[in-house]
């Protein structure tokens, strides 16, 4: 199975900074990544899918990047309601497998 | 819009059997395939299973492989998960969730709102 691997685990930052996720896969997956946030008792939210292409109705302020096995998500100016958790996920093969999240605090 | 609506869940003893249902509204069910996500208690998510738009594929976790199936009803529109041998590390909330595009896994776009699945003795 991919292993997936996102960093760091947390990150307190705030309302205006650029905040960094980064997302590591065991092999190469081209580009099969997939991004969602997930907000306290909801269900997750596809971000971004295919490393970069963003998903409809999501605020441009997200962009994922990266090939192979590296991956970023990148939020350009954090927002109140951007504070929740990311999981990157591959769905290069079958077991899906997803990073172990990266939960966005406020400082 | 997309709807899903998962049911089914409950408290149920370790080794018993549960069958959790999605049913699903607001697109063409029988042209999308369709998954199982689940989040244990405080943890993140873990990917459980996937059945093919017609039913005749499907893939598993590790950890549920051989424990538990999936079926859907396309004149129902309605997704199953026939969940046996529950283990407590099976205690979770389970998503199910809509592929995004047609006929074709790359992820989710559409996830219900849970359902909690409680295994203890």
């Known amino acids: 199975d991919i292993q997936m691997t996102q960093s760091p685990s947390s990150v307190s930052a705030s309302v205006g900074d650029r905040v960094t996720i980064t997302c590591r896969a065991s092999?190469?997956?081209?580009?099969?990544l997939v991004w969602y946030q997930q907000k306290p008792g909801k269900a997750p939210k596809l971000l971004v899918h295919?490393?970069?292409s963003l998903q409809s109705g999501v605020p441009s302020r997200f962009s994922g990047s990266g090939s192979g096995t590296d991956f970023t998500l990148t939020i350009s100016s954090l927002q109140p309601e951007d504070f929740a958790t990311y999981y990157c996920?591959?769905?290069?093969?079958?077991?899906?497998?997803f990073g172990q999240g990266t939960k966005v605090e406020i400082k | 819009q997309v709807q899903l609506v998962e049911s089914g869940g409950g408290v149920v003893q370790p080794g018993r059997s549960l069958r959790l249902s999605c049913a699903a509204s607001?697109?063409?069910?029988?042209?999308?395939?369709m998954q199982w996500v689940r989040q244990a208690p405080g943890k993140g998510l873990e990917w459980v299973a996937v059945?093919?738009?017609?039913?005749?594929?499907?893939y598993h976790g590790d950890s549920v492989k051989g424990r538990f199936t999936l079926s859907r009803d396309n004149s129902k529109n309605t997704l199953y998960m026939q969940m046996n041998s529950l283990r407590v590390e099976d205690t979770a909330v389970y998503y199910c969730?809509?592929?995004?595009?047609?006929?074709?896994?790359?992820?989710?776009?559409?996830w219900g709102q849970g359902t909690l699945v409680a295994v203890s003795s």
């Open positions: 969730a809509k592929e995004k595009d047609f006929r074709a896994s790359h992820c989710l776009d559409s």
């Open positions: 092999q190469g997956i081209s580009n099969w």
């Open positions: 295919a490393a970069s």
């Open positions: 996920q591959q769905a290069h093969s079958f077991p899906w497998t």
């Open positions: 607001g697109f063409t069910f029988s042209n999308f395939g």
């Open positions: 059945i093919s738009h017609d039913g005749k594929v499907q």
